[in-house]
Structure formats: structure tokens, C-alpha cells
Nanobody, 121 residues
Framework: QVQLVESGGGLVQPGGSLRLSCEPS????????MGWYRQAPGKERELVAR???????TYADSVKGRFTISRDNAKNTVNLQMNSLKPEDTAVYYC???????????????WGKGTPVTVSA
């Protein structure tokens, strides 16, 4: 079983920046797509950003130009740089990774437990 470990959440003032990071709890064979979702109170979980193995990225319209997703394939980590944060970015942010097992080449999507981000003055 693989656990995803997230870090970097916290409290920040509007206009500020935070950097989220996520890594698996143990070494893995290969990770396909990586991504970040978020869930605000009373709302459904939504995609924030996603990055493929080749580095192709997708962003929610609400974060384009402010957030940047990146990955380090050697370390199997994914980061989310969040700039110009707004109160509406307040949510619990979840990391997800598509992990491929060497023995079977089966892909399993894993989720982190979430890290809270609060944007408030």
C-alpha cells in the first residue's frame, strides 16, 4: 500500500503565496499523472491542476496564471506553487497520483489525506 504525504498548507494573507508538496511513503515503480484537488466547506471536490509524465499540464480556470504545478520524476514528487492567493482558494488540498506496480503494470490512483489552506486577513 502506498500513502501520499502532503506538506506545505497553512494560513496566509490574501495576495500571499504557499507551496504544497506531495510524495509517496515508499519507492514506487512509476507514477503516471499527478494532480491536486481541493474541497472547500460545503462544496464538491474539484480539480486544481494536473500534470502528466511528459509534463503536460491542466489547470482549473480559477487558478490559471496564479498556480503552477510541477513534478520531479526522479524523486516522484509533485509540487503546487500558489501565488496571489485569494480567500476563495481556502480549502483542503488533496494530492493524487496514478501509481503503476512493476509486477503487474496495474495502475492504482492514490489520494493523500489532505492539507488545509486558509487565505484570510
Amino acid at each position: 500500500q502506498v500513502q501520499l504525504v502532503e506538506s506545505g498548507g497553512g494560513l496566509v494573507q490574501p495576495g500571499g503565496s504557499l507551496r504544497l508538496s506531495c510524495e509517496p511513503s515508499r519507492s514506487v515503480y512509476r507514477i503516471n499523472a499527478m494532480g491536486w484537488y481541493r474541497q472547500a466547506p460545503g462544496k464538491e471536490r474539484e480539480l486544481v491542476a494536473r500534470i502528466t509524465m511528459d509534463g503536460d499540464t491542466t489547470y482549473a480556470d480559477s487558478v490559471k496564471g496564479r498556480f503552477t504545478i510541477s513534478r520531479d520524476n526522479a524523486k516522484n514528487t509533485v509540487n503546487l506553487q500558489m501565488n496571489s492567493l485569494k480567500p476563495e482558494d481556502t480549502a483542503v488540498y488533496y494530492c493524487t497520483m496514478g501509481v503503476v506496480r512493476a509486477a503487474t503494470l496495474y495502475l492504482t490512483n492514490y489520494w493523500g489525506k489532505g492539507t488545509p489552506v486558509t487565505v484570510s486577513a
